[in-house]
């Protein structure tokens, strides 16, 4: 996954927990505004999430940070 996206998913999970606390859940749409704004960028989230660590639709924020964080 390429810096910036990991950045912006880094940013979002951090404002979610914020906001909604630590057992806020979301998708990998959760990091776009317009979800086909940014095909490219979708889908390079899409497969980090689904194919590489085959999360479910919706997972917990904070797992979502330590996983990009760990640099997985």
């Known amino acids: 996954m390429r810096n910036s ?3 912006k998913v880094i940013e979002i999970c951090d404002k979610k927990i914020a906001t909604k606390g630590p057992t806020v859940g979301l998708s990998f749409y959760a990091f776009f505004a317009k979800k086909n704004s940014e095909p490219e960028l979708l889908m390079e989230a899409a497969q980090w999430w ?6 479910d639709h919706f997972e917990k924020a904070v797992k979502i940070r330590a996983l990009i964080q760990d640099n997985q």
């Open 5 to 7: 996206l990991r950045r």
């Open 50 to 55: 689904i194919s590489t660590h085959k999360l």
